[in-house]
């Protein structure tokens, strides 16, 4: 069993990478009337970001939330600080979390996401935009590749979420 860690009041509270600003805050308010809510619904924000900020790849937080949101775009750091700014604007602690990740079941969105079509320049293709890689190897040939990644962890109330179908 993995121990939740509990929400803190930082993880509520702006940073100047995830601010809790008017711009924020009005985004926040916009994703929910656009689905028709009168209120701010923790899926509807995650799924805002994921079809509405394209993923550019490089290595670190260059944009913050609000440069990602005017951008529509930014790695996965900094869609993570506009994910955060937006759910802490809502009122849902949310915090990042740094870790690896391999592509799953395959390399194919990860090819499609690099617009290379060969496996074996993947690794390379990481390394040039900065971001810490390791070839993963299944009989000489590139299967898989794990990176350093940074994705956001939130506190949703069970009891009165049921989640979005989409």
Not at 116 to 124: G, H, K, Q, T, V
């Amino acid at each position: 069993m993995v121990a939740i860690p509990q929400a803190t009041q930082a993880d509520l509270t702006g940073t100047p990478e995830s601010p809790v600003s008017s711009l924020i805050t009005q985004q926040a308010q916009l994703i929910a009337a656009e689905a028709g809510h009168d209120h701010w619904d923790p899926a509807l924000i995650y799924n805002w970001v994921r079809k509405n900020i394209r993923t550019e790849w490089y290595w670190g937080s260059m944009k913050g939330a609000e440069e990602t949101l005017r951008q529509r775009g930014g790695n996965d750091a900094d869609q993570a600080a506009l994910l955060i700014a937006l759910l802490r604007s809502a009122g849902y602690p949310a915090r990042f979390v740094h870790g690896t990740i391999e592509f799953f079941p395959g390399l194919d969105a990860a090819l499609a996401a690099a617009g290379i079509d060969d496996p074996e320049r993947l690794p390379a293709f990481f390394q040039a935009a900065g971001i810490p890689c390791e070839a993963i190897r299944d009989g000489g040939a590139v299967s898989n590749v794990r990176i350093e990644h940074i994705w956001v962890e939130t506190l949703i109330p069970y009891a009165n979420y049921r989640g979005l179908v989409d």
